[in-house]
């Protein structure tokens, strides 16, 4: 019995931050507000695989995924 093994790991991760000025309408004079944000953010996912060829006709494999979506803080 030949038993062959592959695995594979792969991610992509971002941290950063951003800023602008932002105009919001208001009932009194002067009519706009001024807001500055600073947006922090981050996140990023990884992959993990495993496989195992226990013949050349069967194969076993483990596959493993975590996401965490971009934070805005």
Known sequence: ????EEAELSGNFFKG????KVYFATQTPPYTQLQEDKINNSGGH?????DHAVSDRSKLSLQ??????ALIC
Not at 1 to 4: A, G, H, I, L
Not at 17 to 20: I, M, Q
Not at 64 to 69: C, F, I, Q
């Open 1 to 4: 019995m030949d038993w062959r």
């Open 17 to 20: 931050d951003s800023g602008g």
């Open 46 to 50: 990884v992959l993990g695989r495993w």
């Open 64 to 69: 493993l995924y975590y996401d965490r979506p």
